[in-house]
């Protein structure tokens, strides 16, 4: 009966009430498991609210031990109705204490519980009343339990209504330093250290790492928080604790990135090595094909295929009516049959395993949330901030303590538009540069990846040009010490080419595209896809084109659509396609061979932006190519199939593209073929391709 939801809010209690018809045998073991579950929590572990978790488990504690007394009896499974009724009020009760004291003792909610005491113990003083309610509607007389049990559970009742319920005083004490210290801010004032110290001491926050919990927590609360006033405490509260981080606790950044970054990339594997019932379940299994997310909503298509609901939905209104996987084309979109085998699966894999679904989607937060900041004292806070740590990396001598100093602002920078702003305005992009030369291999990762984060914004990518970035980032990108350095400092460039006037002053830098080139060949996967997105982007200047194709891009373009994964395919020929718009480019591609393997990918993609590009780079090389490609064409017998499937299953620009290609075939074949004589592949009405 369990009623956790991996959706739940935070301080929400959604409860399940036992069905009438419920046997009451069930009801007491299920009562027994959830009074169990409440009795194991140790008051040590809550840092806040320790006086009314502790009463809580104490009375619930009792109550066990009635129910265990009453579940060794005889007439266990002959309750009466009444002492049913009583249960399955006291069964929905347990339930949300069960929920409250686990958000009490949450790693990285200990400010938000703190500031929020009244409603904490509002909560706690509702459900330990509810239980009284509980009991006082129990008619002992007729429940087989020993005397001395009975008279315990009457205490109980008394006391549960009895009993004062009200925050405790350090508690109290303590949320009003914090909002002295939020008052402090606002008024552009930085706060005593010896009172920000002792916040976190009653807290229990000792180090970098349990700060840092809770500037996460805060922040997933933020992005899904719809009230304004909470938001905007939420706000001011994550502020703060980014304010301790910077300046109390000091973090060793290359373990932290390997804990914070690549152990967060594994979190979900390691998890689920833990023993469970579920050990031999496939995660990736439970994944959607199309959007490679856990599937919270799965249904399954007549072909057998299971998608979860809104990505093929998604897929089905952009037109295409075919199953992702096989390809198969579908009589009807509406025919979706809900899978709840699987979905009862995936939400036991992630209850067993204690993983929201959210951990495992990785949904994208909306950063538009954090344009503005969300309240004039998370504001002051953060230019505090960002003034300090700029300060850290200029006057230090220290290559670890100014690594240290990137590592915050790589932090800062990751997903907040306001602070990539507040960085940009206390000068730290100067800073960053040079310390991107460092030799100290942290320094310089840390360092280019804040600066990627800053260029995502037009004020950062001028910051970064005007103050001699290109030189630094091409430093770097030919002779950065990890290659993840390397990768981030071509992606710096993919976002300056977004400026029209930039992307020519790259361009005749003589390192800049041969490194691009390089980053393509011997590039991790990241690397490339950062290479080719860059490439795209300077190729929009026509006077790159010929530099492009001295660099050698082409044949290395070309070996990545055999070998690598779609979405970098997808770009790949978005690439190609752009340089077979000039005669010179499409004389290149023609030369390298490549037509085999866009045809491959025009006929085995599922992408709908793939196939466009495929199909605009062949009209290209048959502009600029002539009949002799059109002949080369006539080789691949997948490919008509192929431009005709678009034709009805393609996006309106794809067929007309698809379109326009197979009547440049028909022409060039009938101006080539003795009149009579059509291949088998153009027999086909080709009125048909006109007309539509």
Not at 442 to 464: D, F
Not at 608 to 625: D, P
Request: charged residues 25%.
């Amino acid at each position: 009966m369990k009623s956790e939801s991996s959706q739940r809010r935070f301080l929400s209690f959604p409860a399940v009430h036992p069905c009438e018809a419920i046997s009451p045998a069930t009801l007491l073991r299920s009562l027994i498991t959830l009074a169990g579950d409440i009795d194991g929590f140790r008051s040590e572990t809550f840092t806040c609210h320790r006086r009314s978790a502790r009463e809580a488990i104490r009375q619930v504690g009792a109550i066990l031990e009635f129910l265990q007394d009453i579940s060794s009896s005889s007439s266990s499974s002959s309750l009466s109705k009444s002492t049913v009724l009583s249960f399955s009020e006291l069964h929905v009760t347990l339930q949300k204490i069960r929920l409250l004291l686990g958000d009490c003792s949450s790693r990285g909610a200990r400010l938000w519980l703190l500031v929020r005491s009244d409603r904490v113990s509002g909560e706690f003083r509702l459900l330990i009343r509810s239980i009284a309610t509980s009991l006082d509607v129990l008619p002992l007389d007729f429940v087989d339990s020993s005397p001395e049990i009975k008279e315990l559970v009457r205490l109980i009742s008394w006391q549960a209504w009895k009993v004062p319920i009200e925050t405790d005083a350090d508690d109290e004490r303590v949320a009003g330093m914090v909002r002295s210290i939020m008052k402090q801010f606002e008024h552009g004032y930085a706060p005593d250290t010896e009172n920000v110290e002792e916040v976190m001491d009653h807290l229990k926050i000792k180090n970098w790492a349990e700060c840092n919990e809770e500037i996460s927590f805060l922040e997933s609360e933020l992005f899904s928080c719809e009230d304004s006033i909470d938001a905007g405490v939420l706000s001011s509260l994550m502020a703060f604790m980014v304010y301790c981080r910077a300046v109390l606790f000091h973090s060793d950044s290359d373990s932290d990135s390997r804990s914070g970054i690549a152990n967060r990339r594994s979190k979900q594997s390691t998890r689920f090595q833990k023993d469970s019932l579920l050990s031999d379940i496939n995660l990736e299994d439970l994944k959607c094909p199309i959007s490679l997310e856990l599937m919270t909503d799965p249904v399954t298509l007549s072909t057998g295929q299971t998608y979860n609901r809104s990505s093929i939905k998604r897929w089905f209104d952009s037109g295409c009516l075919t199953c992702p996987v096989t390809g198969e084309k579908l009589t009807n979109a509406n025919m979706m049959v809900p899978n709840s085998t699987l979905r009862k699966l995936a939400e036991q894999l992630c209850r067993e395993n204690n993983i929201q679904t959210n951990e495992l989607n990785n949904n994208k937060r909306d950063l538009s949330k954090t344009v503005k900041p969300g309240g004039s004292a998370a504001a002051i806070v953060m230019r505090m901030t960002a003034s300090y740590l700029v300060d850290m990396i200029w006057t230090s001598s220290s290559e670890q303590v100014k690594a240290k100093a990137a590592y915050e602002i790589r932090l800062l920078t990751k997903s907040n538009l306001f602070n990539r702003d507040c960085f940009v305005q206390s000068g730290a992009v100067p800073w960053l540069l040079k310390l991107s030369s460092s030799s100290n291999p942290s320094a310089q990762e840390h360092s280019v990846a804040a600066l990627l984060n800053i260029s995502k914004v037009e004020l950062g990518r001028i910051a970064i040009f005007e103050n001699g970035g290109l030189l630094s980032l091409l430093r770097v990108l030919t002779h950065g010490i990890k290659v993840e350095a390397r990768q981030n400092a071509a992606a710096i460039l993919f976002y300056l080419s977004s400026i029209d006037e930039y992307r020519k002053v790259i361009g005749e830098a003589p390192e800049a595209i041969p490194a691009l080139v390089d980053l393509l060949k011997r590039g991790t996967y990241r690397g490339k896809k950062n290479a080719v997105v860059t490439l795209f982007g300077l190729l929009i200047f026509p006077g790159n084109l010929p530099k492009v194709i001295a660099a050698g891009a082409v044949p290395a373009l070309i070996n990545i659509l055999s070998i690598e994964k779609e979405d970098l395919i997808d770009d790949t020929t978005a690439v190609l396609a752009r340089i077979a718009e000039k005669p010179e480019g499409a004389k290149v591609i023609l030369r390298s061979s490549a037509l085999p393997s866009v045809v491959q990918v025009l006929r085995s993609s599922t992408s709908r932006s793939g196939k466009e590009h495929c199909v605009a780079l062949l009209l290209s090389l048959c502009h600029n190519g002539g009949t002799k490609v059109a002949r080369l064409l006539d080789e691949f017998t997948t490919l008509m199939p192929s431009l005709y499937s678009l034709l009805t299953e393609g996006s309106p620009h794809t067929a007309k593209k698809a379109r326009a290609l197979l009547n440049h075939l028909h022409h060039s074949h009938e101006e080539s073929c003795p009149a009579g004589s059509v291949p088998p592949q153009y027999q086909q009405d080709q009125w048909s391709v006109s007309a539509q």
